[in-house]
Each structure stands twice: as structure tokens, then as C-alpha cells.
């Protein structure tokens, strides 16, 4: 009986292993290659000091995981305003927008995202559109989970307008021990949905502004997950 051509061959047991590995260990946002680096070099520098050695494995292990960028698959309906981080819906109120982006001073609907330190801190944009305006405002560094973080701490604020008009903004708030906001977006540019846009190390919070009117579907305490947790539905 002949053999099948090595196109159709089932896969190896090295490849099957590669691909159950890639599947369960999510890969590293390129943010995070320096601390993984400066980890690996402690522990080669301190390979005759098994202390050393076991500390430098541990702060690359734990960077890697910090910094891992998981694959997400948002929600294929129209409308749909997906959370721009992982972590713990930690406020659904009203407020003003950020006000060095010039959208009034008119309280709208609002969700707070805590990201803590094991959460992954990559952020993806809560909707497709066009990227209207990139804002970064210096500030100070309190304790993300304090409702005055929103107003007081650096932050970094993006306006994206949908094709039919609406828009939603996402604000990436530094914490306690943030000390770096990494925004890859620019006015002009456009996002697709559940798009990963940028970071903050270590600590921190999301802010998404939402049009008037739009009813939000998570509330306080809730897991949210970056990409696929639906916020909201715009009509």
C-alpha cells in the first residue's frame, strides 16, 4: 500500500509536542524580551552560585509570565464593545472623559478594569475604527484600585471613531508600581476590534468611555478578559 505524500502525513511526535506547547504556553509581548533577558544573563552570570542562578530563572519565568500575550478571538457581532484588558471590573459608573481630549464635560457611561500583577498587561482596543486622537497626560502614581487613580495618575487616552459615528475612548492608567505606559497607536491609524494596541508595567487600570445612553453588560467583581469579554452593545 502506498504512502501518503509527506503532505498529508500526520504530524510527528516532536511536532505534535511543539504544537501542544505553543497552544498551552501563550507567547511573550516583545515589551517584555529585555527583563526576560536580564533574568537569563543573572542566571548564567551566577551558574556557580545556585542562589543567584535560581533567582535570575525565577525573575525570567515570572517576566514571561507577566509579559505573555495570549491569543483572544472577539465576538464577531457588530457593535460589540469588547473589555481592552484583562482583570477585575472594578467600577460601572458615569463620569466626564479625560479632559485634555476635548469631549465635554457631559458624564458618560464608564467601566474600570484593576489589572493586578498576574494579569496580563497587554491591552487590545474595545472597538474597530479609526483612531481619532492619542493623549498622554503626566500625573501621579496611586494605587490603581483607588477611585482617584482615574483622575489623578499619568495616563494615556485614545479616542477611536467607529465607522458609523460613535465613539468609545480606553485609557490606560499606571498604578502604584506602573511606572510605563507603551502605546502603539497614532491619530489616524486604524484598529480592528480586540487589536493589541499597547502595555503598562506593573499595575494598573483601563478606563473605557462609552457613548451616552449605552447600556453596559458587566458590573462590579466581574473577571473580565481582554478581547472577549463584551462591555457593551452599541445600538
Known amino acids: ?47 556557580r552560585r545556585r542562589g543567584v542562578r535560581s533567582a535570575g530563572l525565577l525573575a525570567a519565568a515570572a517576566c514571561a509570565g507577566f509579559f505573555r500575550h495570549p491569543d483572544r478571538v472577539p465576538p464577531g457581532e457588530p457593535g460589540a464593545v469588547v473589555a ?27 467601566v474600570s ?16 475604527g479609526r483612531v481619532r486622537t492619542v493623549a498622554h497626560r503626566p500625573g501621579r502614581f496611586h494605587s490603581a484600585e483607588r477611585p482617584v487613580a482615574s483622575d489623578d495618575n499619568e ?37 480592528d476590534v480586540g487589536q493589541t494596541y499597547g502595555l503598562i508595567r506593573f499595575g494598573s487600570r483601563l478606563d473605557t468611555y462609552l457613548p451616552a445612553g449605552t447600556a453596559v453588560t458587566v458590573r462590579p467583581g466581574q473577571r473580565a478578559v481582554a478581547g472577549e469579554t463584551l462591555l457593551a452593545r452599541l445600538s
Open 1 to 47: 500500500m502506498a504512502r501518503p505524500p509527506a503532505s498529508d502525513a500526520a504530524p510527528s511526535t516532536p511536532q505534535r509536542l511543539v504544537a501542544l506547547l505553543r497552544a498551552t504556553v501563550p507567547p511573550v509581548h516583545p515589551a517584555g524580551y529585555p527583563f526576560i533577558g536580564a533574568g537569563l544573563v543573572l542566571a548564567a552570570a551566577g551558574r
Open 84 to 110: 481592552p484588558a484583562d482583570g477585575t471590573v472594578c467600577v460601572v459608573d458615569t463620569a466626564a472623559p479625560p479632559a485634555e481630549l476635548d469631549l465635554g464635560a457631559a458624564p458618560l457611561p464608564r
Open 113 to 128: 478594569i484593576f489589572l493586578s500583577l498576574f494579569d496580563a498587561h497587554v491591552q487590545r482596543a474595545p472597538i474597530g
Open 155 to 191: 495616563r494615556t487616552a485614545v479616542v477611536i471613531d467607529t465607522a458609523d459615528g460613535r465613539t468609545v475612548v480606553a485609557v490606560q492608567i499606571a498604578g502604584l508600581l506602573a511606572r510605563r505606559i507603551v502605546c502603539d497607536l497614532h491619530a489616524g491609524d486604524r484598529v
